[in-house]
């Protein structure tokens, strides 16, 4: 899988990219034949969750994504992939089903 990652209007330490990044690796254990993932990390005007992050998940046929605020990066990429974890598992049922 090819990640790539963003940081918008901010400089993201080497920890907060390699976190996202071994976040993601994750995702394969749902379904192996992710084809890319783009990370990016920007910050937002709200004050309860000033921190947002973005997945885009290319699976073949499909691309999913998921938005998710947070007080934190590392919260807001956490919530992330638990959403894009579901969405994940959901299209794999349905690739199963349809072969």
Do not use: W
Not at 76 to 88: G, P, T
């Amino acid at each position: 899988m090819k990640t790539t990652f963003t940081a918008r209007h901010f400089e993201a330490s080497a920890d907060l990219q390699q976190y996202c990044r071994d976040s993601v690796e994750k995702l394969e254990q749902f379904y192996d034949r992710i084809v890319m993932c783009d990370i990016i990390l920007e910050p937002t005007p709200d004050d309860d969750a000033p921190q947002q992050a973005e997945l885009i998940v290319k699976v073949p046929r499909k691309v999913l994504t998921v938005k998710e605020k947070g007080t934190s990066y590392e919260q807001a990429i956490h919530n992330a992939i638990d959403i894009i974890s579901r969405q994940l598992k959901r299209y794999k049922e349905k690739m199963h089903a349809t072969n």
